[in-house]
Structure formats: structure tokens, C-alpha cells
């Protein structure tokens, strides 16, 4: 599975910005699709993921500012971003986990800058 994020940017407090993957190869395989973070000195966390069945889960943090769904042809991820606050500002990375045993894949970072 390869994953190929888009998007991402520098914005001003209070902006929007919308992050794509899309994932090529065994994509029957993928379960859960989302997207992590990561600030210089923090350690990567899960933001928002979104199961093949289209069951989310959101950091409490991002919760009713963030919105995450998936492609009709599943093999997509979108993670709209609104009411952004500098504190969102990471590099993201696209996430798939296949069924099964549940091996990961990373898409590559993107950067979100968030000014105040």
C-alpha cells in the first residue's frame, strides 16, 4: 500500500484547510484510513480516523472542528480542517491499517502552519 497525501499550507487562525491521501496497491486490504500529527518535541498523534464500515474517532482536541470522511471508492481520506487555532500547527501524516494483523502504512508529512 502506498499512501499520497495532498493539501496542507499556512493559514490564519480561524481558516480552513482540507488534507487528501489517496492510497494505491492492496487497498482491498485497508481497514482504517486517518491522519496523525506531530509538533517539533511532541510525539505523533492520532487526530482523526475513519473505519471501512465509516465508524470516526477524533482527538478531543480537534472534536467539532475537524471533519473526516472517506472516498467513494474507499481508497481516499479527507480530513477537513476548520476554526484552525496555532496550536493545530504539525506536520500530518496519512495513515492506513490493514484487517488482519493490522500493519501500518504512512503516507509522507505534510505541513500545517497555523498563524495567530
Known amino acids: 500500500v502506498q499512501l499520497q497525501a495532498s493539501g496542507g499550507g499556512l493559514v490564519q487562525a480561524g481558516g480552513s484547510l482540507r488534507l487528501s491521501c489517496a492510497a494505491s496497491?492492496?487497498?482491498?486490504?485497508?481497514?482504517?484510513m486517518g491522519w496523525y500529527r506531530q509538533a517539533p518535541g511532541k510525539r505523533r498523534v492520532l487526530v482523526a480516523g475513519i473505519t471501512e464500515g465509516g465508524l470516526t474517532t477524533y482527538d478531543d482536541s480537534v472534536k467539532g472542528r475537524f471533519a473526516v470522511s472517506r472516498g467513494n471508492a474507499k481508497n481516499e481520506v479527507h480530513l477537513q480542517m476548520n476554526s484552525l487555532k496555532p496550536e493545530d500547527t504539525a506536520v500530518y501524516y496519512c495513515?492506513?491499517?490493514?484487517?488482519?494483523?493490522?500493519?501500518?502504512?504512512w503516507g509522507q508529512g505534510t505541513q500545517v502552519t497555523v498563524s495567530s
Open positions: 496497491g492492496s487497498i482491498a486490504s485497508i481497514n482504517f
Open positions: 495513515n492506513a491499517e490493514e484487517k488482519g494483523w493490522g500493519t501500518q502504512y
